[in-house]
């Protein structure tokens, strides 16, 4: 895997060669040696899977308050999504910054969110699939979300959003007082 930092400090994009042959292709898909730079001590505690269907639907912005604040490692299974990290860091130099990233199968990359970042992604194929890493379990206590067009973050998502979820729909804005999260 080769690390790649994006314009977010903490934020990763891990990128896998394929190894392909006339059989198919072999992918690693997660070595935790080789992601040793990033995770740290951190281990995997949790792994989900989403399916969502229809092009243009949207997701997030979550995530969660510590104590059980998470890294994430996010890596597209099949179909196209518009992956989106949003620094929501005290004190971080890149506070209120975002930083997209398009993930495909092809392209094969592990996209890295460190706590303290809000995650989101918009489907650009039917049927897009995801595999999260995350470095704590989920708490529905802790959670936390940002409302997806929240002019603060002035996001340019693809798409026109649709097939928001009531709870995704309902997320507020950030106050004009946020000072940002203490991961």
Known sequence: MKLQQTPLPGVFVAESIPHVDQRGAFLRCFCDS??????????????????????????????????????????????????????????????????????TPDNAKLFVLPEGCAHGFQVLEPDSELLYLHTAPYHPKAEGGVAWNDPRLAISWPLPPVDLSQRDNNHPWLALNFEGITP
């Open 34 to 103: 080789e992601l040793a730079p990033v995770l740290g001590s951190r281990r995997i505690r949790q792994i989900n899977h989403s399916r969502t269907s229809r092009v243009g639907a949207l997701r997030g912005l979550h995530y969660q308050f510590p104590p059980h604040a998470e890294m994430k490692l996010i890596r597209c299974l099949k179909g196209k999504v518009w992956d989106v990290a949003v620094d929501l860091r005290c004190g971080s130099p890149t506070f209120l910054q975002w930083h997209a990233e398009e993930l």
